[in-house]
């Protein structure tokens, strides 16, 4: 049985003081027993954040990003080690966003995955495609290019804590969803290339989560899939009572 996961990735948004009201909803709030929540709010609301969930069951947090360096002159980079240092347990990588606003290749999503690993952080590692490369058919190759050319590069033993996160770029932030169909698809071929890259247990258990406009009204068609274990949500995390009624879709 895997886990069931729902991660909300605030992206750019909210003050430091709209955060703490934020996650002060979210942990007042009944969550559902079985289910880990990940909160991942800009850098700035890290150490706020890991101090109102302190001592909370079930809700951990994350970065939305980390560099690839373990320090240095490097400015306006944030290390993992720095990441660690508040509380935090994972960082998004590899988010599309990430990928076009700030031009980072699977080179780069590799290279600051390894970084996180040796600092101890885990990973939420996103892929997906874009719509002109579903368009043409090219989504599996694009996606199996995105994990072996990531975290395929690494042992079992060093992959063992990654989720990964499948965004199709098309239904991010756009209000279009995959259809639960699609979404399963995807989700069960990510598996069997992590099969043939690890082996068949590692591939049984690595969390796979839905991303791309996931709310409270399609969250259980979606969860509901046998080869999706939960969601990273973006604009529907930024509620208390959507993200939470999100975690009580399973
Ligand atoms: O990280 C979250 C994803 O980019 C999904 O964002 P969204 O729920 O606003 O479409």
Redo the contacts with the bound molecule.
């Keep these: 049985m895997r886990k069931k996961i729902v991660a909300g ?1 605030w ?1 750019m948004n909210t003050t430091l003081e709209e955060g703490r009201r934020l996650i002060e909803a979210i942990v007042d709030q009944e969550k559902p027993e079985d289910v880990t929540l990940i909160v991942a709010p800009p850098y700035t609301h890290l150490s706020m954040v890991n101090n109102v969930i302190d001592g909370q069951e079930g809700i951990l947090l994350s970065s939305q990003d980390c560099y690839l360096k373990e320090s240095g002159a490097y400015t306006g980079a944030v290390a993992p080690a720095m990441i660690r240092s508040t509380g935090a347990t994972y960082t ?1 990588l590899g ?3 990430r990928r076009s606003y700030f031009q980072e290749d699977n080179a780069t999503v590799f290279q600051k995955m390894r970084a996180a690993f040796s600092e101890g952080l885990k990973v939420i590692l ?1 892929i997906g495609e874009k719509l002109d490369q579903r368009e043409v058919g090219d989504h599996f190759k694009v996606v199996q290019n995105q994990l072996e050319e990531t975290i395929c590069k690494f042992s079992a033993k060093e992959g063992k804590d990654v989720i990964l ?1 499948y ?1 199709p770029v098309w ?4 209000g279009k969803t995959a259809t639960a169909d699609q979404a399963n698809e995807m989700h069960g071929f990510i598996r069997e290339v992590i099969a043939q890259n690890f082996d068949n247990q590692f591939a049984e258990q690595i969390p796979v989560l839905y ?4 709310k409270p009204g399609n969250a259980k068609e979606l969860f509901s899939q046998s080869n999706v274990d939960g969601g ?6 930024l509620k208390a009572e959507d993200f939470l009624a999100i975690a009580g879709s399973f």
């Excluded at 239904?171 to 756009?174: D, L, W």
């Excluded at 991303?211 to 996931?214: A, E, M």
Aim: charged content about 15%.
């Design positions: 990735n992206k998004i988010h599309s966003e996103c996160a965004e239904a991010i932030g756009t991303g791309g406009s996931c990273l949500i973006g604009g529907a995390s």
